[in-house]
């Protein structure tokens, strides 16, 4: 394995050093990094492909799970290649360029993704709250101009920090303690006045977890409002069923993220090595469970997943009669 040191005197290479204090675990890591990667590619290219073949699932929850999606794909290529190099075999050597690059894609796609569970908030909450406007309201239009929004927001809000990291001196180590080239992390190399690129950082945090977070609650307490107010106790599980799914999601999503913002910027006295897999939780697990979670709770695409195979297996039935 090469040595990082000399990231200490190559300004266009950074070394990103893994998991610090469990080195020696690396390689038994990668197998459930290796699982998790395998699963997101899986279950997301089987929810693209059977929203996309299936005319019945045209509809505005189901195109907003194929942007969640889609999302999720880009963020893991973004992450999971780099992350098993460096836990097989140590390759933690990045350009400084790449590092910037990944630290875009991977914080921007983050802000993507909360934008999308939002919509899937408001998606909620019209098709329960206003059901009769609901086909006016979330038209093929409005959903377009929603999946634009949601890229051109993250993208827009992640844009400044590869210039504000740009302007920083490096004069002493270039290794990151970390799996991937997260904003903090390199940021707390650097020599001189950070306190811009932090107060950014933590500004563009903010209005994405806490004003997502915040409108998604305030579209929940409308949706149980309208639930509570219905008559029938059928009605009500019905409506509260349409809701589990995404419910499901927002906790896989964003449980770990708020775990991982916190610790990073208040619980100083937690290990590092607590604060790597926290951030790799928050990367890996969402990806792999949002296909799973619709999968098992979504009747529509439940039974549209089990049609492809059994359709699959009946066709080889009758070839081999």
């Known amino acids: 394995m090469e040595s990082p040191n000399h990231t200490h005197l190559d300004p266009s290479i950074f070394?990103?050093?893994?998991i610090p204090g469990l080195e020696q675990f690396h390689l038994w890591l990668s197998l459930p990094v290796c699982c998790l990667g395998t699963a997101t590619v899986v279950g997301n290219i089987t929810i693209l492909v059977v929203v996309a073949t299936e005319p019945a699932l045209h509809k505005p929850v189901y195109l907003f799970l194929c942007m969640l999606s889609a999302?999720?794909?880009?963020a893991s290529v973004s992450t999971v290649p780099k992350?098993?190099?460096i836990l097989w075999c140590g390759a933690g050597h990045i350009s400084a360029s790449a590092c910037l690059a990944q630290m875009f894609f991977i914080h921007a796609f983050c802000m993507m993704e909360s934008t999308v569970l939002l919509a899937?908030?408001?998606d909620r909450y019209v098709a329960i709250c206003h059901p009769l406007r609901y086909a006016t309201i979330l038209t093929d239009t409005i959903i377009a101009r929603i999946g634009v929004a949601a890229m051109v927001r993250g993208s827009m809000l992640m844009l400044p920090c590869p210039f504000l990291i740009g302007r920083l001196s490096f004069c002493q180590s270039r290794v990151i303690p970390h799996t991937y080239c997260e904003h903090m992390a390199i940021v707390k190399l650097a020599c001189g006045d950070t306190r811009p690129n932090r107060v950014y950082g933590l500004t563009a945090a903010l209005l994405v977890i806490g004003v997502d977070l915040f409108c998604i609650g305030l579209s929940y307490v409308f949706i149980a409002r309208a639930v509570f107010r219905l008559s029938s106790h059928e009605a009500r599980s019905?409506?509260?069923g349409t809701c589990g799914s995404h419910v499901c999601v927002i906790l896989i999503s964003y449980?770990?993220?708020l775990f991982s913002?916190?610790?990073h910027r208040f619980g100083r006295h937690v290990p590092l090595h607590i604060h790597i897999l926290l951030a790799n939780v928050y990367l890996l697990f969402p990806p792999a469970l949002n296909p799973m979670v619709y999968g098992v709770k979504t009747k529509e695409i439940r039974e549209r997943v089990i049609r492809v195979f059994l359709w699959g297996q009946g066709t080889g039935v009758k070839t081999s009669e």
């Not at 070394?15 to 893994?18: A, D, E, H, T, V």
């Open 15 to 18: 070394f990103l050093l893994g």
């Open 255 to 257: 449980t770990p993220a």
């Open 261 to 263: 913002f916190f610790t």
């Open 238 to 240: 019905k409506a509260l």
């Open 83 to 85: 992350l098993l190099a």
């Open 71 to 74: 999302i999720d794909l880009a």
């Open 120 to 122: 899937m908030a408001f």
